[in-house]
């Protein structure tokens, strides 16, 4: 059994770091020509050096600058890859950001830019990404669905988070944004879903696992007693844009070391 996605063309948003370069990596490792999205000039150096990854590996692809959160960006980002690749295949929308507050403190600055970028940017890659799809319909010799669609949501799609209210509504909205277009564009074969890591090693949550009393106090939530690393994301990121996720829609696949299941019961209830 092979995962392949030979022929087919995925777009990465957020994929100068973190979870989004291991997904690329991945993609590209599978046989995908990757648009390696990066927010902003200051994220091109490490965009091109995850490109650098993946053509050093045989891999093909770009990097992109598009703020995902500005329509007239993303609508670009699109047209540039279709002109360029001819379609796209796979939207792996996994820009985020967190931008954390006691929420009495929360400003609407604050509350704007998360949802703008977890939520607005998602709405806007989807929407992009699916009226290129239906455009472009099935073809056998890419993959036997149309398109497929993968958010990457988080553990907080369902355990609510103090002090990051804006974060864990974006989420909570992002898992009825995915089940709405698995519903929607089923009857077209467009395939949606969400992948929901846990704690995964990356900038976004550095103080949460760069001190040993940090880590320490992060592992007591994760009965797999380990930080999550890109590649473990990357993996199913592969598997589920693959054929042999064919059957795969409309759910929400969580990827924690078991966070989920609530460590703390573990001794008490
Ligand atoms: C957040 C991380 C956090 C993890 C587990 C993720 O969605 O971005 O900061 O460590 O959830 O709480």
Redesign the pocket.
């Known amino acids: 059994m092979e995962i392949s996605l030979r022929n087919q063309v995925a777009v990465v948003t957020g994929a100068s770091s973190g979870i989004g370069s291991g997904i690329a990596k991945s993609l590209a490792s599978a046989g995908a020509a990757v648009i390696v999205n990066h927010s902003s000039e200051r994220s091109l150096d490490e965009a091109q050096a995850v490109l650098k990854e993946i053509t050093d590996a045989g891999g093909n692809g770009i990097t992109y600058q598009c703020d995902v959160s500005r329509e007239d960006q993303v609508i670009k980002m699109f047209q540039d890859t279709v002109s360029q690749f001819g379609t796209v295949d796979i939207l792996i929308n996994n820009a985020?950001i967190?931008k954390d507050s006691k929420f009495t403190e929360m400003t609407l600055d604050q509350w704007n830019a998360v949802i703008g970028v977890n939520l607005t940017g998602q709405f806007l890659c989807a929407r992009e990404a699916i009226k290129e799809f239906l455009r472009r319909g099935i073809d056998p010799s890419r993959s036997i669905a149309c398109g497929k669609i993968i958010h990457i949501s988080?553990?907080?799609e369902i355990?609510p988070?103090a002090g990051h209210a804006n974060?864990a509504a974006s989420?909570g909205a992002v898992r009825m944004l995915m089940q709405t277009l698995a519903q929607e564009y089923g009857a077209d074969k467009i395939r949606v879903n969400s992948i929901c890591?846990?704690?995964?090693q990356t900038p976004?949550?550095k103080d949460?696992w760069s001190t040993q009393e940090a880590l320490s106090s992060?592992l007591s939530?994760i009965p797999y007693n380990r930080i999550g690393q890109p590649q473990d994301i990357g993996n199913l990121a592969a598997f589920l844009a693959s054929d042999l996720a064919d059957y795969i829609t409309g759910t929400s696949i969580f990827v924690?070391g078991a966070?989920t299941t609530f460590e703390s019961f573990s001794t008490g209830g």
């Open positions: 985020g967190q988080s553990v907080h355990i988070w974060y989420k890591p846990g704690a995964i976004i949550n949460a992060l939530l924690d966070m």
